[in-house]
């Protein structure tokens, strides 16, 4: 006997999320970039050994009218990735799984941040806050050429213990004939625990205080003086400090053996008693019904609901359809690796993240006649952050030593 088969109709179903959508081009560009080269690097097999061309190595990628996503795409662009194997090795060195820095990068849209950086960087963090996005100007990414091999070797010398810059990617995007480069780190502070505090530290006290236009930003950038001027003291005891200094000091002669200078130790301070009151002060909010915008918008508008939220501020997950969650007590330093927490016999219960940041700065002919320049100007004697690389690490580590409390 024949049987007799049903033919199924199967609706298609519209997409609901639009991939690598974002409010401009070129970070619609940078998610389709980091996929696309992710899933490159799935296919080649993991060396051995680092080869010396593995560090001129690039991988260029070309889109010219593709019939793809169109409407959050253009339809020319370029990416380049910049020794895909090495940073492959530095991700994995650093404990950062290629599957999770792909889901952060490019399951939404990066957050801009209002952190001013040198030659007008500009700064973009992940939405899951775990990393940061920063655009380079040609000479860094020529010193990061430089550097690249040495720093490779230093970080696997100290098994991935630093305070340097935690480097994960390198590229170059190309939309509208417009050259970008942008490079990808490890975000110094925590992604659930917010910052109260922020302060940018060199050692120096010449041009070193916040500007009126920096201090009236939702999370300013202090400086040296301020430092000094508010009187912070960092309280983690003398064993921490003892270790915290001693990691430092073999991270900044590294980088003086590197010849480069005017880096930055980044300070920020999680305040626990204010992120308590502020937490309790948000949940009464939610138990009388006040709600944000975001929280009633569906999983497919997110990314334009919540691209305004400061980086440092409780943000809406769409994982999870609500705020994060921020466990005061939660403090987990083998997730924020940067993070150190007060002893129990300081004034107050904070948390301290600490790392160095901007450290591809050469001291070459530009530098030395910039510190003759400003000699001149403020002094002999004067505290410029323009010094030899050998005279910044002293001044720097001393300066440092003062401010970690008492041993």
């Known amino acids: 006997?024949?049987?007799?088969?049903?033919?199924?109709?199967?609706?298609?179903?519209?997409?609901?999320?639009?991939?690598?959508?974002?409010?401009?081009?070129?970070?619609?560009?940078?998610?389709?970039?980091?996929?696309?080269?992710?899933?490159?690097?799935?296919?080649?097999?993991?060396?051995?050994?680092?080869?010396?061309?593995?560090?001129?190595?690039?991988?260029?990628?070309?889109?010219?009218?593709?019939?793809?996503?169109?409407?959050?795409?253009p339809s020319h662009f370029k990416v380049k990735e910049y020794c895909p194997i090495v940073f492959r090795n530095l991700r994995e060195r650093f404990g950062v799984d290629d599957d999770d820095y792909l889901k952060s990068l490019t399951k939404w849209e990066p957050l801009a941040s209002d952190a001013q950086g040198r030659s007008n960087a500009r700064f973009l963090v992940s939405h899951d806050k775990k990393f940061i996005i920063k655009t380079m100007v040609t000479e860094e990414v020529e010193q990061m050429h430089s550097i690249l091999k040495d720093y490779h070797?230093?970080?696997?010398?100290?098994?991935?213990?630093?305070?340097?810059?935690?480097?994960?990617?390198?590229?170059?995007?190309?939309?509208?004939?417009?050259?970008?480069?942008?490079?990808?780190?490890?975000?110094?502070?925590?992604?659930?625990?917010?910052?109260?505090?922020?302060?940018?530290?060199?050692?120096?006290?010449?041009?070193?205080?916040?500007?009126?236009?920096?201090?009236?930003?939702?999370?300013?950038?202090?400086?040296?003086?301020?430092?000094?001027?508010?009187?912070?003291?960092?309280?983690?005891?003398?064993?921490?400090?003892?270790?915290?200094?001693?990691?430092?000091?073999?991270?900044?002669?590294?980088?003086?053996?590197?010849?480069?200078?005017?880096?930055?130790?980044?300070?920020?301070?999680?305040?626990?008693?204010?992120?308590?009151?502020?937490?309790?002060?948000?949940?009464?909010?939610?138990?009388?019904?006040?709600?944000?915008?975001?929280?009633?918008?569906?999983?497919?508008?997110?990314s334009t609901d919540y691209k305004n939220t400061p980086p440092d501020s409780p943000m809406y997950s769409p994982d999870t359809k609500g705020y994060f969650t921020m466990n005061v007590a939660g403090f987990k330093p083998d997730i924020d690796i940067f993070g150190i927490e007060s002893v129990e016999t300081a004034p107050k219960k904070e948390i301290y993240f600490m790392a160095l940041i901007d450290i591809l700065t050469h001291y070459g002919a530009k530098k030395r006649?910039?510190?003759?320049?400003?000699?001149?100007?403020?002094?002999?004697?004067?505290?410029?952050?323009?010094?030899?690389p050998e005279q910044y690490v002293k001044r720097f580590l001393d300066f440092i030593n003062k401010v970690l409390g008492q041993t």
């Open 1 to 73: 006997m024949a049987t007799k088969s049903k033919k199924k109709h199967i609706k298609a179903a519209s997409q609901k999320k639009r991939l690598f959508r974002a409010n401009e081009p070129l970070l619609s560009v940078f998610m389709w970039g980091i996929n696309h080269t992710i899933s490159e690097l799935s296919h080649v097999n993991i060396p051995v050994m680092l080869l010396h061309d593995d560090f001129k190595a690039f991988s260029k990628t070309r889109v010219d009218n593709h019939l793809f996503n169109k409407e959050n795409m």
């Open 153 to 302: 070797e230093y970080i696997v010398e100290n098994h991935g213990r630093t305070l340097l810059p935690q480097y994960l990617g390198m590229y170059r995007f190309t939309v509208d004939n417009q050259e970008t480069y942008m490079v990808v780190s490890r975000n110094v502070f925590s992604s659930s625990l917010d910052i109260h505090k922020k302060y940018d530290l060199k050692g120096s006290t010449v041009a070193r205080t916040a500007s009126e236009k920096e201090k009236a930003k939702y999370l300013p950038t202090f400086k040296d003086n301020d430092f000094v001027n508010d009187g912070v003291i960092v309280n983690i005891g003398p064993d921490v400090k003892e270790n915290f200094l001693a990691k430092l000091k073999r991270d900044v002669e590294f980088l003086a053996g590197q010849h480069l200078m005017d880096y930055s130790l980044l300070v920020g301070i999680h305040d626990c008693e204010k992120a308590q009151e502020e937490w309790e002060a948000r949940r009464e909010e939610i138990a009388n019904g006040v709600q944000d915008e975001a929280e009633e918008s569906p999983e497919s508008d997110i």
């Open 369 to 388: 006649t910039a510190q003759a320049v400003k000699t001149v100007k403020h002094g002999a004697g004067a505290e410029i952050s323009t010094v030899s």
